[in-house]
């Protein structure tokens, strides 16, 4: 017969104590106590922390697009400049036009500068210079106004003479699509309040224009020399000046100031803030649904499964499941097939938990009765004999109580050992034949023997626990030696199987009761040979020694040796451990 328990108890040390997959947790547990419970307001949230940040990252780049508009102001002076030396073209063509063909001699001077020619003063003949500056600024489609050398005005081509007197001609704003008001309005009361051009100097039409009323005139008319400004009327529009002196060999005569809106600028600029904005509305737009988009494949797949963890965690029985992401090939399908195979080894650790707490009051039951009856039967009997026999089971029954409290306490801290303690190499050759030795050492020539049979130098070893390794193989040479017969032959060979290292411990016993070969692997299984006293194992050896091996993501198993005629002629355990 076949059993899983420990070696006998003499030759067992502290690391025969069998440990055990789930044990139920002492009450003397050091296990730090549990997280107080969240805020379930967290888990309820109808916004997405995730996702808030992905559409904050992807909102940069757009972002960053529209604050360009800021720094269009080089742009729109680099525009402004090219209007303004366009426009001082133009005034000097209509400048030099007006001194060839609209000057005359003023023979009423009184002084005569010394520079002119034969003592003549120059003068602007208005009745001339009128029609030539109309035609020429028509032409270049500016307004042009003349000042003689006084600074009073002579001609502008805004006033019309007719029979009511003068009429001034205004050019009409060009029509806009709705669209292009709507945001031209919405940028100058956004954007446009930033803009450089609000610090323009304000242009109001004068009733009646004099060289005072412009600056660039009087420059013009002192030192000679072109001058332009840029200002603001009150409905925004940019007015462009320039002042051009008119000259009769180098004798200044008098000044056109040719002026011309901003409009062909603004149009530019505008354009350009148009293109921006609508990017930016198109890339708004796609950053948006690409957000909605990494929410919906990532977000919302991890807020599922936290949800379903949250449940999972506070639910007492098994109606929630982590969902099932692993069709998609990325992190969020392995993140869920990880949850997954976490919580079904969680409800499999619990169940273990739960069958082994079964297991151990049913263990601990049947010393317990048996002591409760020896103890009521001792109290009513005067037969000395008969007492000392039940005293001698109450003794038997107490040392079985305190195996199975050492062997299930032991068990309890199995787990937290195997996954807190690092591995080292462990020489199995050396271990197996200390382990033999220490059979073989025994005083009783009715012992089986123990023989290790391996290749000479070579080497055998794995990463590992090496205490708990060797609890597994005196588990399995005791339990061989238990079942082998006076003087049997017990034999532990060690080979490479590939990458793994196997060691296998043959007997020359009954070998295994068929269809036991996975049971005598379970917790408090015991099958003892005949003649052995009950009560002498806990039924845990076999199991902590697959859980040990397990740990080490070795395979433990048994199989019956037999002859060619299927005759059983004994049992053989079989480790194979990595090898390092």
Do not use: C
């Not at 269009?72 to 007006?98: F, N, P, R, V």
């Not at 079904?344 to 002591?371: G, Q």
């Not at 005293?391 to 305190?402: G, P, Q, S």
């Amino acid at each position: 017969m076949r059993d899983d328990d420990n070696p006998p108890q003499g030759r067992a040390s502290a690391d025969d104590a069998p440990p055990s997959i789930g044990a139920l947790k002492l009450p003397h547990s050091t296990d730090p106590p549990p997280d107080p419970p969240r805020d379930p307001d967290v888990r309820r949230r109808v916004y997405s922390p995730l996702t808030m940040r992905i559409l904050a990252v992807n909102l940069v780049a757009p972002v960053l697009l529209v604050l360009g508009l800021f720094f269009l102001d080089q742009y729109a002076d680099s525009l402004i400049a090219t209007e303004i030396e366009a426009l001082a073209t133009q005034g000097q063509l209509i400048a030099a036009s007006i001194g060839e063909g609209a000057v005359v001699v003023d023979t009423e001077a009184g002084d005569f500068p010394a520079f002119t020619p034969n003592g003549a003063q120059r003068t602007i003949d208005q009745d001339n210079a009128r029609p030539l500056l109309r035609r020429l600024a028509g032409l270049a489609q500016v307004r042009g106004r003349l000042f003689d050398r006084n600074g009073a005005l002579i001609a502008d081509t805004r006033l019309l003479s007719g029979p009511g007197g003068e009429v001034q001609v205004e050019d009409l704003p060009p029509t806009e699509n709705v669209f292009d008001r709507i945001f031209r309005e919405v940028y100058e009361a956004t954007v446009g309040r930033f803009s450089y051009e609000r610090r323009l100097p304000l242009y109001k039409e004068p009733e009646t224009a004099q060289a005072s009323d412009f600056p660039e005139v009087g420059h013009a008319l002192e030192n000679g020399e072109a001058d332009a400004a840029v200002r603001l009327r009150e409905d925004r529009q940019k007015i462009l000046t320039v002042a051009v002196p008119v000259q009769f060999y180098k004798q200044v005569v008098g000044v056109v100031l040719v002026s011309r809106d901003g409009r062909a600028a603004d149009e530019r600029l505008f354009s350009v803030r148009r293109s921006i904005m609508g990017m930016f509305a198109w890339v708004l737009g796609l950053t948006v649904l690409t957000s909605l988009y990494l929410a919906g494949t990532i977000a919302n797949p991890v807020r599922r499964l936290a949800i379903a963890a949250e449940r999972v965690r506070t639910s007492k029985r098994r109606q929630y499941s982590i969902p099932d992401l692993t069709n998609r090939s990325d992190e969020i399908g392995e993140l869920s097939a990880a949850l997954r195979d976490m919580t079904d080894s969680l409800w499999s650790r619990l169940d273990a938990i739960e069958r082994f707490a079964a297991d151990v009051a049913h263990e601990i039951k049947n010393p317990l009765t048996s002591l409760r009856s020896a103890v009521e039967t001792v109290a009513r009997i005067a037969d000395p004999e008969r007492q000392k026999k039940l005293f001698a089971i109450i003794l038997d029954d107490v040392a079985r109580l305190d195996r199975l409290i050492s062997d299930i306490s032991d068990a309890s801290r199995l787990d937290a050992e195997l996954s807190r303690a690092e591995s080292t190499p462990v020489q199995l050759g050396r271990l197996v034949t200390a382990l033999a030795e220490v059979q073989n050492a025994t005083d009783n020539p009715e012992a089986p023997r123990v023989d290790v049979i391996a290749t000479v130098g070579e080497e055998y070893d794995v990463p590992g626990l090496e205490g708990r390794l060797g609890q597994v193989f005196r588990n399995l040479i005791g339990n061989a030696v238990s079942f082998s017969p006076p003087r049997g032959a017990i034999t532990v060979r060690l080979e490479h199987v590939g990458r793994r290292v196997q060691v296998s411990v043959e007997d020359q016993g009954p070998g295994i009761p068929p269809g036991k070969e996975q049971a005598i692997f379970e917790r408090f299984y015991s099958e003892r040979p005949e003649g052995e006293k009950f009560g002498t194992h806990s039924g845990l050896g076999l199991s902590i020694s697959k859980q040990i091996v397990d740990a080490h993501r070795g395979v433990l198993y048994a199989e019956n040796l037999k002859d060619t005629s299927g005759k059983v002629l004994g049992a053989r355990f079989v480790v194979r451990l990595p090898a390092k």
